[in-house]
C-alpha cells in the first residue's frame, strides 16, 4: 500500500474517531425540541389529526396520544378530542421526530384550538431561574424567555425542567432569544 492511501485511511479514522468521541461528550438533553404549525383541520381520523398551514404549502398528520394536551387558546380550559372537527383553527405543537411519508406524522404534544391571536402559548421548560418576583423560563427550543410574575402564577416556582406550561404575554421583544413577561399562565399536568 503506498504512504498517501494509509495516510489517507489513517486521517479517514482519525474524523470518524473524533466524531465519534465528540457526540459521546455531548450531554445528554432530555427536554423535546418542538416544531409550531398555525393552521386548520383538514382531516380527523381516529387518533390522528392532519392540519395545514394557513398558507396551504404544508402539512402534518398529528398522532394524538393520552398526554397530548387539546386547550382553549383563550382560556386554557381542556377540550376533548370528540369536540373538534374539519375546519377548526389551531395551533399544534408537535415533536421534530417525524416520518417521510405525505403528509409526515408526528406525534402531537399540544393542540391550543384558536385563530392565534392572543392565544396561549405552549411551551416545555428547558431551563428555570429564580427572579426577584417570580421566574424566568427559557422554552426547550431555546429561542424564548418568558418571565412569570408570582402575581400570575403563584406555583411557577415549582416549574422544573421539562415541565409543560401555557403563557399568555401582550408582545414579545425580539432579541436572541426573544423574551416576554407573562400576562398569564397555567401549568400543565
Not at 390522528?48 to 398558507?55: G, K, S
Not at 402559548?121 to 428547558?126: A, C, E, K, N
Amino acid at each position: 500500500m503506498s504512504k498517501k492511501i494509509k495516510l489517507l485511511l489513517l486521517t479517514a479514522l482519525c474524523l470518524i474517531l473524533g466524531t465519534a468521541a465528540a457526540f459521546a461528550a455531548t450531554p445528554n438533553t432530555s427536554v423535546d425540541s418542538i416544531l409550531r404549525m398555525h393552521g386548520t383541520i383538514t382531516e380527523i381520523n381516529d387518533d390522528m389529526i392532519t392540519v395545514q398551514d394557513t398558507e396551504g404549502n404544508q402539512s402534518v398528520a398529528l398522532i394524538v396520544r393520552w398526554d397530548t394536551e387539546i386547550l382553549n387558546g383563550k382560556n386554557g380550559e381542556d377540550v376533548a378530542l370528540s369536540r373538534l372537527h374539519v375546519g377548526d383553527e389551531l395551533t399544534a405543537y408537535y415533536s421534530p421526530v417525524m416520518t417521510r411519508s405525505l403528509p409526515p406524522q408526528s406525534k402531537a404534544y399540544a393542540l391550543v384550538m384558536g385563530n392565534g391571536e392572543h392565544d396561549a402559548i405552549y411551551m416545555h421548560v428547558g431551563e428555570i431561574e429564580q427572579t426577584k418576583n417570580g421566574v424566568r423560563i427559557l422554552n426547550s427550543n431555546n429561542d424564548v424567555y418568558v418571565t412569570i410574575p408570582e402575581t400570575v402564577e403563584d406555583d411557577a416556582d415549582k416549574l422544573q425542567k421539562g415541565d409543560k406550561v401555557l403563557v399568555w404575554y401582550d408582545f414579545m421583544a425580539l432579541s436572541m432569544p426573544a423574551q416576554a413577561t407573562a400576562t398569564k399562565a397555567k401549568i400543565l399536568d
